[in-house]
């Protein structure tokens, strides 16, 4: 049986255990704290290929993503017992500016070409899709097919779909090295001095994925984060997630509450809240649904995105390392890639290859990424 250590439960490193035990490798997955802690369960949830995408390969890489969502979510609610809410409610884009107005139609007739469902919709024609929206927008761009899932119930089906395999789950422990010999994974150490040995090591340790010791190359990925609050359910029942070109948006949620996100902030691993980012936040509800602005939040959190140097993910084996397979660099869209991404790194890790063409997200296309370190 191959031998392989995934590095990190979070979706990424989730998705390709889990697609790795079921080709029959004798799997062990290593989490720092507990799987879905970090970025996965603090997401939004989106599943959402279209939203502020631009025509390239990762914009492909989402579309197909998105499509084997329902599959991906069934699989892992029969699996762990927990209901995921996955609905495809579609999202609703305010273009707040006659410049974003001018922009989405280029963006909506792209997305025609590519064969998706995308509508320039004016502010009449969205308050009969969404009630209660902001005055400020000039237009909307309207995308039925995006979805979402809760990422909270997710976290805790991740734990309990590793319960019912045989893949061994190490919690509370860290993976600080990746161990070789003669250019190929011989296994990891760990920060408690125990080592595992493997034949495969698949790196998802999301944004702390460069702070390893061992790696043939500086990863260039770096923690950006991103800030969050729940906002009770009001009388107003939002039917779709509404966003904005900045990066805010509020996503309805099964239990009648509402996550109001977020922010892209570059303050390394500092997971605080902080009250410029609520303001933010706060902002962008009032812009977008007024309705739902002044209402107390119930939570408020912070996540860390693994953001590559390019905003693309991370894919496939090292080409100086034999044995070590990358699954990182997911920024913003680490949920709606996994599915896909997880069964790509495990044919990968089993096989050498894959259907999939992930060269263009290969770990070497970075510049300067080659290290003298061993
Ligand atoms: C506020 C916010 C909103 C978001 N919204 C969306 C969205 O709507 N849709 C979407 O697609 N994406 C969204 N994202 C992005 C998405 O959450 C991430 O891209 C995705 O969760 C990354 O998954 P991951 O498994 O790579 O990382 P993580 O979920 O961070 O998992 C990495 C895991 O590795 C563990 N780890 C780290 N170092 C070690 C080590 N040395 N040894 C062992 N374990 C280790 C950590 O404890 C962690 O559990 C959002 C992110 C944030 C922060």
């Known amino acids: 049986m191959l031998e392989i250590v995934v590095i990190g439960a979070g979706i990424a490193g989730f998705a390709a255990a889990l697609a790795l035990w079921e080709r029959g490798a004798a799997v062990s997955v290593v989490e720092a704290g507990r799987p879905g802690g970090e970025a996965t ?147 990891v150490a760990m920060a408690d001095g125990r080592t595992l040995a493997a034949e495969r090591v698949v790196l998802a ?50 239990d009648g509450t509402v996550l109001a996100g977020s922010t892209m902030e570059d303050a390394g691993f500092d997971q605080s809240i902080s009250e410029d980012g609520l303001r933010l936040i706060h ?14 939040a119930l939570e408020r959190w912070a996540g860390l995105r693994p953001l590559s140097a390019d905003s693309s993910p991370i894919i496939g084996p090292d080409p100086e390392l034999d044995g070590l397979i990358y699954t990182t660099g997911h920024g913003r869209s680490g949920i709606l890639v996994a599915p896909l991404v997880g069964a790509v790194v495990a044919d990968l890790a089993v096989s050498g290859r894959s259907e999939f063409d992930w060269k263009p997200f290969r770990p070497d296309r970075f510049a300067g990424s080659e290290s003298s370190a061993t």
């Open 41 to 187: 369960g603090a997401s939004a949830g989106m599943v959402a290929a279209q939203y502020e995408a631009e025509p390239s390969v990762k914009f492909r890489l989402g579309v197909e993503c998105r499509a084997r969502y329902p599959e991906f979510v069934a699989k892992l609610e029969e699996l762990s017992g927990q209901a995921l809410h996955l609905r495809w409610d579609g999202i609703l884009v305010a273009n707040l500016s006659q410049e974003e107005h001018e922009d989405a139609g280029v963006a909506v007739r792209w997305q025609q070409e590519e064969g998706l469902q995308a509508e320039l919709l004016d502010p009449g024609q969205a308050a009969e899709l969404q009630p209660g929206l902001g005055s400020e927008a000039v237009s909307y761009i309207w995308l039925p097919e995006e979805g979402q899932l809760d990422s909270q119930a997710l976290a805790v089906a991740l734990s309990a779909a590793l319960a019912r395999t045989e893949i061994r789950l190490i919690r509370g422990n860290s993976v600080v090295e990746v161990l070789s010999r003669n250019g190929s994974v011989t296994g």
């Open 283 to 296: 902002d962008g509800v009032s812009q977008l649904v007024p309705a739902l602005a002044g209402l107390k």
């Open 205 to 254: 340790a999301g944004a702390w994925s460069g702070t390893l010791r061992g790696l043939p190359r500086v990863l260039p990925v770096r923690p950006v984060r991103g800030q969050m609050l729940r906002l009770p359910g009001a009388t107003l029942a939002l039917e779709h997630i509404v966003a904005s070109h900045a990066g805010r948006y509020l996503v309805p949620k099964a």
